[in-house]
């Protein structure tokens, strides 16, 4: 089944013009909010999907790039349904749920088991499956916060494979506390695996105060059980798009400076952090540097589909593979709004002196020197991985996932001076790179 | 139609022992964290309301209680169903809405219409019918915060009255700006009014953030167009419960010390702030006042429905109409659980010395002394205006519109050492009232 999602978008996503916007520095921010307002919530593969590339497309014009285009890539396509988790009697009440992207729905009965609680996915894995079998599986791994979500990796294992090492020990299916740091009753989505050699049962997050609240049920009642409702639609393969606009070099137009974010977001929010901010700036970054008529070339890519799993990123690297030599530097902005505070480099030894003297050109904006290990941001990893230098612009995460992958990503949460100074700090690095002849693979 | 609503209850509500609770000062805590995880969300009317009449009687008389009976009311009963609310093209998305209490359903396939937006209930009642008629009208009307929610009633209009007035001008439906003060993404609900002659219209709550949304929506397209679905049941009339406990008085038996709070909470939330805290606030300071011996009868009345305007007190003032004499004194805790700053009062002219020598022994936990306007609460205002004299302990409420009425009012919102704070007022309060013969209506 091959669904053509763009056609669907052809009679209302023209029918208002573009807002003129101005070149300043608001000019993230306008754009962040044209986006969450008139698109809003843009999952991967949707029609909300394609007006967003619609919207990306019409605004690189307005915006005068040089060159707008998009590249097409095939996707599996998944769509949120509904669902609800029942606790049965004695303690009869609704908890907060949300189905973990790629989850498969369950029988229109639903799933009626008992609980069997883990404080990991380590020690779920170490289980007896006697334990385990025919029950839900309830993964409890509290998330702690810091600037860097540096917890993140360690917690969210539970979501990637654990309905896998669920399913291997004979759950009937998979909930997890959800992978976020706030106390607010919402759940957070994000992307989950399944195992070609797995039988494949539904996952889904609850809430941390649902977590909270049915940890406490179990510790009164261990034989307390479960009714799991869940319908998702995973209609197939679609075809979804990296949007890429260039300020073509004044002197050298072949050697091209990436600078992206992803234009995808999860459902339920309008992906204001995530990543409609990395969407602004980088946007904004190359429509203001066009007037000083940089020396390489300014590439903006819109990735598709990061949310699920880097797929527009591992098609741009597949179609660009012959050109990477080309790219002599990549960066994405995709981890919310707040202030930059560190510059991290993934340079060739010689270029850490460049990278030194383009850390004193932040200073003033408080972004400290940091190691030479950038991943260079989700998607842009990938290009890392092919040998493209790459930097980060460390954002303050430390609420960041309160909000992310929940219906509450959503503008408000935005604070324009943190943006500019997100901007700021875009500007000058990708003028610097842009101006300099330096090889930062060396 | 008449539900026995109780009789559900029978097989499911016993099956665990009452919790053998410590007479200490956590015991306001623990009530309410075993009302809130072992009953969770208790809409008036429904079968939960009931297994909280019984799990109220169960804790009553496990504390030691002398007496503890029940009081059955008839109500009007209101459940919740399914509400969507999805912009239509060109910026097709959904937003996060709730049905007030009280409402009508749309009808099967919703109501499509443009929006006319109007700041204050005040601005729609001037409103023009030719702008109104068969339109979705919204009132985004902004509630301030402040430590005594006293901006909550200039806001409230809007939602109890909003329907009426909108339907007056023939519109198809309200949708108002949540009645709350926090930027997270949940609907506020809380009860609406219909006249009996003016036609019933559907009435429903969008949050802050969503209310943000479509505003800025509106200021590019007025033209906007929303569908807005909503299922909600009104089976009919049907029966709850007060539940009272009484320590009899040593001295003055028939002297009647009220002490109060209200059972029922709306059904998004487990109604930890609104009004676990209070229920868990009264149940402690009755039981732990028992070992004293009080001179006069300490009275704890859990109130029926307050939520569906004050259903349970009123039935409570009509049955006890011939006794409201020996009543010396009423207050309610009901605004969370923020700590208590300020002792207002609501006696005679000669008992604000008595007033005012209570308020110094509450000094030492930082509780002023107030004026002498008090309510007593939202079911003792009740009373009050059959002249019983009051009393409220005001409580800190910066953020209880936050919470309230929201999904998110859940355990996690309550600070266990503000929650003790509150239970060492009431306890002083009480034991004063409780010990003296002064004759407060003086």
Do not use: C, F, Q, Y
């Given at each position: 089944m091959k669904l053509w999602l763009t056609s669907l978008c052809a009679a209302a996503c023209f029918s208002l013009p573009a807002q003129q916007l101005?070149?300043?520095?608001?000019l993230a921010y306008k754009l962040l909010e044209s986006l969450t307002v008139e698109v809003g919530p843009r999952l991967a593969g949707s029609a909300a999907d394609a007006r967003s590339v619609a919207w990306a497309q019409r605004h690189f014009k307005q915006l005068g790039y040089d060159k707008v285009w998009v590249e097409p890539f095939n996707m599996q396509y998944w769509e949120r349904g509904q669902a609800s988790l029942q606790v049965n009697a004695p303690f009869s009440q609704s908890l907060v749920v949300t189905a973990l992207g790629g989850s498969i729905g369950t029988p229109f009965d639903g799933i009626n088991s008992q609980v069997v609680m883990f404080d990991t996915l380590e020690q779920l894995q170490q289980a007896n499956p006697a334990d385990v079998k025919n029950r839900i599986v309830f993964i409890n791994h509290a998330l702690e916060r810091d600037i860097r979500g540096g917890f993140y990796g360690g917690v969210v294992g539970g979501r990637a494979r654990g309905a896998v090492e669920a399913a291997k020990l004979g759950a009937s299916a998979l909930i997890i506390r959800s992978v976020g740091s706030s106390n607010n009753r919402f759940a957070h989505t994000g992307i989950m695996r399944y195992d070609d050699d797995v039988e494949r049962i539904p996952a889904a997050a609850i809430s941390i105060p649902d977590a909270q609240q049915l940890s406490k049920m179990l510790s009164i009642n261990p034989e307390l059980s479960l009714t799991l409702h869940m319908q998702n639609n995973l209609p197939g393969t679609v075809t979804s798009h990296n949007v890429i606009a260039e300020i073509t070099g004044s002197k050298r137009p072949d050697e091209i400076v990436l600078i992206s974010a992803h234009l995808d977001s999860w459902d339920?929010?309008?992906g204001a952090l995530d990543d409609g901010a990395g969407v602004g700036i980088v946007m904004a970054a190359g429509a203001l540097l066009k007037a000083e008529r940089p020396e390489r070339t300014i590439r903006v890519v819109l990735f598709?589909?990061?949310?699920?799993?880097l797929i527009g990123a591992r098609a741009y690297a597949a179609q660009h593979h012959q050109q990477?030599?080309?790219?002599v530097f990549a960066s994405e902005s995709d981890f919310g709004a707040g202030r930059v505070w560190r510059f991290d480099t993934g340079f060739g030894e010689q270029a850490l002196t460049f990278g030194a003297q383009l850390q004193q050109k932040l200073k003033h904006l408080g972004i400290a020197m940091g190691p030479n290990?950038?991943?260079?941001g989700p998607d842009v990893s990938i290009l890392k991985a092919q040998g493209v230098p790459v930097a980060t612009l460390q954002q303050d995460g430390t609420d960041y996932f309160d909000y992310?992958?929940?219906?509450?990503?959503?503008?408000?949460?935005?604070?324009p001076t943190a943006l500019r100074q997100n901007l700021e700090a875009w500007l000058i690095m990708t003028r610097e790179i842009a101006n300099s002849s330096v090889d930062l693979r060396l």
């Open positions: 101005e070149l300043n520095h608001d339920e929010g309008t598709g589909n990061e949310e699920g799993g990477l030599a080309t790219h290990t950038a991943s260079g992310h992958h929940t219906p509450n990503d959503t503008l408000d949460k935005i604070d």
